[in-house]
């Protein structure tokens, strides 16, 4: 993999503080949005074969559903590696609450880094282009998946989802958007806030996270 000559890295709340102020600067749908859900959190995860995995698990799934499930994953796999993962039959896997096809993706993973065919830690220095084929080439890794990895787990301040959802429906709201962006328009629409787009990122889901919830506390 090429390596990554000089990167901006979300470490501390005060990486997002600075994110936010040039965001404010350049761009007045985030100066709104910020005005409304203020400072969006940190959101940092581990890496490497537990940050994948904790991926895996948060696929198509909301936030409380999937937390609830990794909670039990990371209690129930003890030491939390791939070795200990194959040691596990599939039912004590499903006893977790993973899908048939998770657990495919799981063992695919793990079977990976064991046998050598894929270095986790080769990930930490590489170019992101690089980052999404190696991930892409795994069973049941995305685009998605590559980009969440690039944005928690190594923290790059210019990491963006574009094929996320809620960021498409939340770009569509900011923006009075007739229709939900798709991944590649929302890509487009994403180069105003270079080079803090994952901060930008984080802002958007907030404020998506906080319509979604009056909308549903309005009467129909």
């Known amino acids: 993999m090429g390596k990554v000559?000089?990167?901006?890295?979300?470490?501390?709340?005060?990486?997002?503080?600075?994110?936010?102020?040039?965001?404010?600067?350049?761009?007045?749908?985030?100066?709104?949005?910020?005005?409304?859900?203020?400072?969006?959190?940190?959101?940092?995860?581990?890496?490497?074969?537990?940050?994948?995995?904790?991926?895996?698990?948060?696929?198509?799934?909301?936030?409380?559903?999937?937390?609830?499930?990794?909670?039990?994953?990371?209690?129930?796999?003890?030491?939390?590696?791939?070795?200990?993962?194959?040691?596990?039959?599939?039912?004590?896997?499903?006893?977790?609450?993973?899908?048939?096809?998770?657990?495919?993706?799981?063992?695919?993973?793990a079977t990976a880094v064991l046998d050598g065919t894929f270095d986790v830690a080769a990930l930490d220095g590489a170019q992101d282009q690089d980052i999404h084929k190696a991930l892409t080439g795994l069973r049941g890794f995305g685009p998605w998946s590559a980009d969440i990895y690039i944005m928690f787990c190594l923290g790059r301040r210019d990491g963006f989802a574009a094929g996320d959802l809620a960021l498409q429906e939340g770009v569509r709201l900011v923006m009075g958007l007739e229709a939900r962006p798709n991944a590649a328009q929302l890509q487009d629409i994403s180069e105003r806030w270079r080079p803090w787009r994952g901060v930008a990122a984080r802002l958007l889901w907030a404020h998506y996270g906080m319509m979604k919830k009056i909308s549903s506390a309005t009467p129909g």
Do not use: Y
């Open 5 to 109: 000559v000089e990167r901006g890295v979300i470490e501390t709340e005060e990486d997002i503080a600075k994110g936010v102020r040039a965001l404010r600067r350049k761009c007045p749908h985030m100066r709104r949005v910020h005005d409304v859900v203020g400072t969006p959190p940190l959101r940092r995860r581990p890496g490497g074969f537990t940050g994948l995995v904790r991926i895996v698990v948060g696929q198509q799934l909301s936030i409380s559903s999937a937390a609830a499930i990794w909670s039990r994953v990371e209690a129930g796999v003890v030491p939390f590696d791939p070795a200990q993962i194959m040691r596990l039959d599939d039912d004590a896997l499903r006893s977790f609450g993973l899908s048939r096809s998770k657990i495919a993706t799981i063992r695919s993973l």
